[in-house]
Nanobody, 113 residues
Framework: VQLQASGGGLVQAGGSLRLSCAASRSITSFFMGWYRQAPGKQRELVARIAPNNWRDYADSVKGRFTISRDNAKNTISLQMNSLQPQDTAVYYC?????????WGQGTLVTVSS
């Protein structure tokens, strides 16, 4: 499975960005998620979405970020609003089910104050 993330960039605090991730195969039966890794920190879960559209968010992004999936297009998205400098990180998309795990290449999000 290959995952291709896109949509990162430089934005001012309070701004918005939308990340997208395209999979090379059907994602219908997989948990899909976004993780991020800031410099000097461990990779952390940002948001994930189950096959039945159940969603889970890190406390730090609740109310600001929205994860969605389009199974017909094998894509997921992360709408990020009210971005803050502490959201600066490389964002990775993830696909998982049982022992199957795949990661995208990462896309850099930089939020300036």
């Amino acid at each position: 499975v290959q995952l291709q993330a896109s949509g990162g960039g430089l934005v001012q605090a309070g701004g918005s960005l939308r990340l997208s991730c395209a999979a090379s195969r059907s994602i219908t039966s997989f948990f899909m998620g976004w993780y991020r890794q800031a410099p000097g920190k461990q990779r952390e879960l940002v948001a994930r979405i189950a096959p039945n559209n159940w969603r889970d968010y890190a406390d730090s992004v609740k109310g600001r970020f929205t994860i969605s999936r389009d199974n017909a297009k094998n894509t997921i998205s992360l709408q990020m609003n009210s971005l803050q400098p502490q959201d600066t990180a490389v964002y990775y998309c993830n696909l998982a089910r049982a022992s199957i795990v795949a990661w995208g290449q990462g896309t850099l999000v930089t939020v300036s104050s």
